[in-house]
Nanobody, 121 residues
C-alpha cells in the first residue's frame, strides 16, 4: 500500500506561483510513475502532469510552459511547480501513483486526498 499526502496549496493572486509537494510513504516509492490531477467544483478530474520513475515527464497543453513536474526519489516526493497562475487553475490538486504514466486517472492505483489551490483575479 502506498500513502500519498499533498501539501503546498493555498490562496494566491493571478500571476503568482505555488509549489505543491506529494510525499509517499508505506510501500516502496521505487518504480512508480507519479501524476498530478486537478478537479474544480462541478467539473471532471483533469490530468495536469505526470513523471516516470526515470524522470521523463508529460504536462497538459493548458499548463505547458507554466507548470513543471519533478521528483526526488531519495525523498519519495514529487513536486509540481506552478508559475503564472490563472484563476482557471483554481481546483483541488491530487497526487497519484501507478505503474505507468498516462492522462487517464484509471492508470493510477493510489491517490492522495488533495490540496486546494485558489487563484484570485
Amino acid at each position: 500500500q502506498v500513502q500519498l499526502v499533498e501539501s503546498g496549496g493555498g490562496l494566491v493572486q493571478a500571476g503568482g506561483s505555488l509549489r505543491l509537494s506529494c510525499a509517499s510513504s508505506g510501500r516502496t516509492f521505487s518504480g512508480y510513475a507519479m501524476g498530478w490531477f486537478r478537479q474544480a467544483p462541478g467539473k471532471e478530474r483533469e490530468f495536469v502532469a505526470a513523471i516516470r520513475w526515470s524522470g521523463g515527464s508529460t504536462v497538459h497543453a493548458s499548463v505547458k510552459g507554466r507548470f513543471t513536474i519533478s521528483r526526488d526519489n531519495a525523498k519519495n516526493t514529487v513536486y509540481l511547480q506552478m508559475n503564472s497562475l490563472k484563476p482557471e487553475d483554481t481546483a483541488v490538486y491530487l497526487c497519484a501513483a501507478g505503474p505507468s504514466t498516462g492522462i487517464s486517472s484509471i492508470r493510477y492505483d493510489y491517490w492522495g486526498l488533495g490540496t486546494q489551490v485558489t487563484v484570485s483575479s
